[in-house]
């Protein structure tokens, strides 16, 4: 009687990966430098200089640890003006498969790792480097700001799309409005008309002069400036009904971590709107317009609201001209139960519009 012969085992129908992926993928786990920059892109992205300042290495040998987690698909590289930074991939519901869970899997048991006392000053100081270049920017240009800015985008463009998606989204319930990073204030005065009580935010005391002084000349006096960063607004204990950022976070040094601060600043059931340019590869920005980052990809954006615990609602795209495109994001704190609030269903049938301009 012949004796069946043991048959190799297949790979699990549904899995992932294949064993050498999965070689791949532990190989570039495996290593203590890699792991600590995995947990660092967690909240932002950064450069070959500065992750090699970060953990205290030499360029040559944080560029080979990059390589080994690019191969592995753990990092992907984003070109800023005439920088490389490097971010983990964006994983969304959309678009999630089977990698993607593996590497979700992954990044969940990189983030319980910690983060040294040493590299946590280092970090602070790098954001505190990106920050400094910001607001020297603002503080040698406010006078011409607006005019710079329309190079870009023209206000009258998102104003109004903004407006009216913050009309149509206004639970009659809301008083309180924070717009972080004002500019020159023309948008506090809408604000003003449709809210009770209005908060300026903003980390350029020159600029937020600027916004002042035009809310007084349009003789708006119930507005009420603070001079602060986000993270500092969020400790004072500021809380709104709506946030509205408009052509800010290409602006500040860790965009991810300002929406988590806005997300800690909103009332349950209450909206933070982001209106900011797309991603795009005019790099001329940076030095003309101070940016700090070349637009975002709404993936991106979605991602980051999504991990400060806000829902994605609606989303709108504005043509503007010399090439850019600004996108607005409407991202909500979840109600608490058992509370009332406007219904979505109106603008959730049509997440995604495009306005056009010429």
Known sequence: MAIPLPQHPEQPSGSALSVAESAQLFKACGDEIRLQVLRLLQQDTFGVLELSALLGIKQSAMSHHLKVLSTAGLVESQREGNTIFYRRPLLTPSDAGLDESVLSRVFDLVDELSISDEVKTNLSQIRTQRAEQSQAFFARHADDMQ???????????YAEPVLRLIDQLRDPDWQHAIEVGPGEGHFLVELAQRFEQVTAVDNSAAMLE????????????????????????????????LIVMNMVLHHVASPQCVIEDCSAMLKPGGCLIVCDLSHHDQRWTRDACGDLWLGFEAAELRKWAE?????????LYIGVRNGFQVQVHEFRRPALAGTNRLSMQSHNSAPYTVVSSS
């Open 147 to 157: 005019l710079l800015q329309e190079r870009v985008a023209e206000y009258g463009l």
């Open 307 to 315: 991990a400060s615990g806000l829902e994605v609602g609606e989303c």
């Open 210 to 241: 600027k916004a002042r002084q035009h809310c007084e000349q349009a003789a708006v006096a119930s507005i009420d400036f603070r001079h602060l960063d986000t993270a500092e607004a969020k400790v004072s204990g500021l809380e709104a009904d």
